[in-house]
């Protein structure tokens, strides 16, 4: 690589981490204030997602299958690396859920469906039933069961349990 263009991409790189900050409402990462997703008055600003990490939220945009906005924890609760409650940004969601009452009707806890991720969202259910004025929020979990495309033969027991217990009508 020519010496100019390692120069460029030092620069670029250097940039990069000079001007990303945190959205002050979702937490997502952004060059602004406010990223570009809580800026759009076409999003569905009644339905927050809450995610672990950046790269969750590009998982679902680049599906386009959701119209709403996030809260970005940055982590999860993992007691057996010293990370608690107090680490992720549990706090910045309960406080934007009382800031804005009658707003937000529903909180989607889209967190991995793994012990931590459970944890997760767990702790947040109850946090958001304890602690906010507004309980007309309804509180969602992301459903389990078999991805598309998927054969039950190969599927594993928890995941056909948990198929089993959120079917659906159909």
Known sequence: ?????????????SELKEKTKRCSICMNLSEKEICGICADTKRNH???????SP???????????????????????DPLNNIGPDDIYIEQLLQRLEKDKEGVLEV?????????????AMYIQKKIKTQNSNQNIKITRLAYGLPMGASVE???YGTLGKAMENRKSF
């Open 46 to 52: 009644a339905i927050i997602t809450v995610i672990e």
């Open 108 to 120: 989607v806890l889209a967190t991995n469906p793994d012990m931590e991720g459970e944890a997760t």
């Open 154 to 156: 190969y599927a594993d």
């Open 1 to 13: 690589m020519p010496a100019s263009d390692l120069q460029d991409f030092a620069k670029k790189l």
């Open 55 to 77: 790269l969750d939220l590009l998982s679902f945009e680049k599906g386009g299958i959701y119209s709403g906005v996030y809260h970005v924890l940055h982590g999860r609760i």
